[in-house]
């Protein structure tokens, strides 16, 4: 792995996408590996945009790509757009809120050029003692759950943003959901390509509130489910990968 590509996904996160953008920047890899960070915009209505364009101004020979949406396309349609641009060897997923940590990146990197591993999943829920169970913990568990047994894996955390995927088994992907859909569907066409070899490692979460702006509800959960049987049972793996 020579060079990473880090796709960040903006809708109306004016509070912390410059917060954000200066964690994935000071992020060093193992091994000389470059990033190059690739945020998609996706018609924010706040300065979401604005605080962008400052970190740009700020920083202005960060490796940055700047993609604005001019229609709202959502969190899938916005990582539709920057796997269609990645370069990396390896690509991998950022929300612009701060319940994650990029310096993490390592520890996902770390079974790939160790261990000879293709996908590395970074799990949310492997550190239990680190966890407290609400409702959201606790759909995320069923979804997981009902994603092993549909796609026949053995994961802790289909819904993670954090997935580490060779950049050209993710071009490679025909790729329908716009909104959240995007998890259980890139999960589903991942698991169809049997000579993959996966691995999850632990990561840390400091989930956000709705008051703080988090975005995915109840409705994103019925159609996690609809998706996780469309793409499992219901996709061959000619419609799945070009």
């Known amino acids: 792995m020579k060079k990473l590509s880090v796709?960040?996904?903006?809708?109306?996160?004016?509070?912390?996408?410059?917060?954000?953008?200066l964690k994935v920047s000071a992020v060093e890899l193992q091994n000389g590996i470059e990033k190059?960070?690739?945020?998609?915009?996706?018609?924010?209505?706040?300065?979401?945009?604005?605080?962008?364009?400052?970190?740009?101004?700020?920083?202005?020979?960060?490796?940055i790509r700047l993609i604005n949406h001019e229609?709202?396309?959502?969190?899938?349609?916005?990582?539709?757009?920057?796997?269609?641009?990645?370069?990396?060897?390896?690509t991998i997923i950022q929300d612009a809120d701060l319940e994650l940590d990029p310096d993490e990146f390592k520890i996902l990197i770390n079974p790939i050029l160790n261990e000879g591993y293709d996908i590395v999943y970074g799990s949310r829920f492997l550190n239990q003692?680190?966890?407290?169970t609400s409702l959201s913990h606790l759909a995320n568990r069923f979804l997981t759950w009902l994603s092993n047994f549909v796609f026949n894996l053995q994961i802790t955390d289909m819904e993670t943003c954090?997935?580490?995927?060779?950049?050209?088994?993710?071009?490679?992907?025909?790729?329908?959901?716009?909104?959240?859909?995007?998890?259980?569907?890139?999960?589903?066409?991942?698991?169809?390509?049997?000579?993959?070899?996966?691995?999850?490692?632990?990561?840390?979460y400091i989930p956000r509130t709705n008051l703080e702006g988090k975005k995915i509800?109840?409705?994103?959960?019925?159609?996690?489910?609809?998706?996780?049987?469309?793409?499992g049972w219901l996709t061959s793996l000619k419609a799945s990968v070009k």
């Open 7 to 21: 796709i960040i996904p903006v809708f109306n996160e004016k509070n912390t996408i410059f917060d954000v953008l």
């Open 36 to 63: 190059e960070i690739i945020i998609v915009n996706d018609m924010s209505t706040d300065a979401s945009r604005e605080e962008i364009e400052r970190y740009i101004k700020a920083f202005p020979n960060s490796n």
């Open 71 to 90: 229609v709202n396309k959502g969190k899938g349609g916005a990582l539709h757009t920057g796997i269609k641009y990645a370069e990396g060897d390896y």
């Open 129 to 132: 003692q680190k966890q407290k």
């Open 162 to 204: 954090y997935k580490l995927v060779p950049t050209k088994v993710f071009q490679s992907l025909i790729l329908e959901e716009q909104r959240f859909g995007f998890e259980p569907e890139i999960t589903a066409k991942l698991a169809k390509i049997k000579t993959l070899k996966w691995k999850e490692v632990p990561i840390t």
């Open 217 to 231: 509800g109840w409705k994103d959960g019925i159609r996690a489910i609809y998706c996780i049987i469309k793409y």
